[in-house]
C-alpha cells in the first residue's frame, strides 16, 4: 500500500508544478520506450503510467516498454569502487544504437543524472560529461525519427549527503534550462519531489522516499508516475496513491497486476535482446516466447477494459 500524502500538501505539489510546459503524447505514437538506470528497471512507476493511459485511453494502441538499466549512466562516468571492484558503471552509448534501430520508438521518455555524479561532490568536469552525454542522448534519438521527453532525476535524500543533492539539484537546473536553450521537452520530476518530501518531513522528521537515499520506496514511484502524467498533460492532481489514480476504473486494480507482468516480460526479453553489459540482469524469454505471452496477457487487459465501458 502507497504511503499516505495529506490533501493540504497536493496544493503545494500543484503550485509546485504551476509553470511546467505540458507534452501531450502525440496522436500518432504507438511505441514508447523509457530509458534510465535501477530507478526505471524497477519498473513501479513505468506500471503506473501505462496502467492509467491503458485504462483512459481504451481506443489508443499505446505499447509502453521498460529499458531501464540498472547503474547506467549517460555521462560514461563510473567509481573505481563501484559493485565492488567487479564491474563499472554502463555507459548507454554502448547499447543506444541498438535499441533505437531494434525497437524503432515513437517516443522515448528518458531519465537520468542519478548516477551520472558517481555520488561525489560536485565538479565541473563530471558536470561537463553530464551535459555532453544528455546532449548526445537527445541527438541521437532525433536523428533515429523519434521524439524525446527527459525527466529531471528523483532527489538524493541530503539526509544521506547534502552534497549530492545538491549535485542533482544543479544537473536539473541545467535539464530544465534546455528547454529555453534548445527547446527540449523536460518535465521536472526533481524539484516538485524535493519540495514535497521538505513539506512531509515538517509531520513527520523520519519521512523519507527512499531509505537508502536513492531508490524509491512505492510512495515515491506513484509519485515520479503522477508528475510524469502531469507533464504528459493528465488530470490526475486529486489522486494521492494508485489505487486513487485507477478508482475510477472498476477493474484498475486488475488492469494493473497484469500491466506489471507484461512491463517484466518485455523489460527482459528486450534487454535481452537488444545486449547490454550489466552483469546479474535475468535472461528474457525469447521475444518470440515473450510476444506469446503478452499477447495473452492483452486479451485479459482488453477484455477488462471493455467491462469498464460496457
Known sequence: MVKYIPVFLLATLLNTLSFAQNYAIPEETERIVFLGNSITYSGKFVAYVDAYLTLRYPERKLEIINLGLPSETVSGLSEPN???????????????????????????????????????????????????????????????????????????????????ANVLDLYSDWLISRCYTADWRVIDLHFPMKKQLEDLREIDPEFAFAKDGVHPDDAGHFLIAKIILLGLGEQVTEAKT???????????????????????ILKLAWLSKTGHQRPGIPEG??????????????????????????
Open 242 to 264: 494508485i489505487e486513487e489514480l485507477l478508482a475510477p476504473f472498476p477493474n484498475g486494480k486488475q488492469v494493473l497486476d497484469l500491466i506489471e507482468q507484461r512491463q517484466e
Open 82 to 164: 563501484h559493485a565492488d571492484g567487479k564491474f563499472p558503471r554502463p555507459d548507454l552509448r554502448e547499447r543506444l544504437q541498438r535499441v533505437l534501430v531494434q525497437l524503432k520508438p515513437d517516443l522515448v521518455i528518458a531519465n537520468y543524472g542519478m548516477n551520472d555524479g558517481i555520488y561525489l561532490p560536485f565538479d565541473e568536469e563530471r558536470f561537463d560529461q553530464f551535459k555532453a552525454g544528455m546532449d548526445w542522448l537527445h541527438q541521437a534519438v532525433e536523428n533515429s525519427g523519434a521524439e524525446i521527453t527527459h525527466v529531471t532525476p528523483p532527489i538524493y535524500d541530503e539526509i544521506k549527503g547534502a552534497a549530492y
Open 285 to 310: 524469454l525469447s521475444m518470440e516466447e515473450a510476444e506469446e505471452k503478452v499477447a495473452e496477457i492483452n486479451r485479459e487487459i482488453q477484455f477488462l477494459v471493455k467491462k469498464t465501458y460496457s
